[in-house]
């Protein structure tokens, strides 16, 4: 997220752009209280704001779910959420906020789900950055892992890309080939034409260019580290090697 939107929390004008439970969390933390933003006129929020608070708070849901806080999983959201370290108090106090309210996680992964309905991929990345700080201190936890599948779910992500963005994350016996979405039967051509459409993807240059937040371009920069390295076992255990030139 840019400085610019951190910058002007303490004024509240984001939190009434932003509107619903998530622009009710940041008027919390610019001392305000917000309505909702039905009629308002200041157009759609930013991409970069929903993505990134919806991050944060759904973050500190889960870490209110668990009961603990590792330093490797703080560790984790400091290297997804990257702010100006003048501005990282924003960022820990907007944590804190969402960890400390009555309102649901359920509503603010509803209020994402509905911002992206048309972008799959972007609800597909903050259920990655999730994952991704559930799983820094070595395992998803029983309480995390039930966390994060009701999340998918009102992302309305199926089973089976649940199951293939968990594998990004944790150890699978067939866990290559669930990365790719892939399977076993599939022909060496069938894989090669996967991959390099999913490196077309996912590739973080795609989020630079839309202009999406540093949060954004982590996780895709993970995620498709997570693919590559998911095709060099495949290409291993089938003999052959390469891997495919990454989009210029």
């Not at 849901?61 to 590792?70: E, I, L, P, Q, T």
């Not at 003048?86 to 992964?109: I, M, N, P, S, W």
């Not at 089976?160 to 016996?173: G, K, N, T, V, Y």
């Not at 090669?192 to 839309?210: F, K, T, Y």
């Amino acid at each position: 997220m840019t400085s610019s939107y951190w910058g002007a929390l303490g004024g509240g004008g984001i939190g009434f752009a932003l509107g619903g439970p998530l622009g009710a969390l940041i008027g919390a933390l610019a001392g305000h209280v917000l309505v909702d933003r039905e009629g308002a006129l200041f157009g759609p929020p930013p991409r970069q704001l929903v993505f990134t608070t919806g991050l944060v708070a759904l973050a500190a849901k889960m870490a209110r779910a668990d009961g603990v806080v590792s330093c490797a999983e703080v560790a984790a959201f400091h290297r997804i959420v990257t702010v100006p370290e003048g501005e990282r108090a924003h960022v820990d106090r907007l944590f804190d906020l969402a960890k400390q309210t009555t309102a649901g996680f359920e509503a603010y992964a509803a209020q994402i789900a509905q911002s992206f309905s048309d972008e799959p991929a972007l609800l597909e990345g903050v259920l990655d950055g999730l994952f991704m700080i559930a799983a820094a201190d070595g395992a998803v936890h029983e309480r995390e892992h039930a966390y994060l599948r009701e999340v998918a779910a009102i992302f309305k992500i199926s089973d089976a890309d649940f199951a293939r963005i968990e594998a990004r994350h944790l150890r699978r016996r067939d866990d290559p080939y669930l990365v790719l979405g892939a399977n076993r039967e599939m022909s060496d051509s069938e894989l090669r034409g996967l991959h390099r459409r999913l490196v077309i993807q996912n590739h973080p240059d795609r989020e630079i260019a839309r202009g999406l937040p540093t949060e954004a371009v982590a996780i895709a920069t993970r995620r498709l580290a997570a693919i590559n390295a998911a095709w060099d076992q495949i290409a291993r255990e089938r003999g052959f090697t390469g891997r495919l030139p990454e989009p210029a």
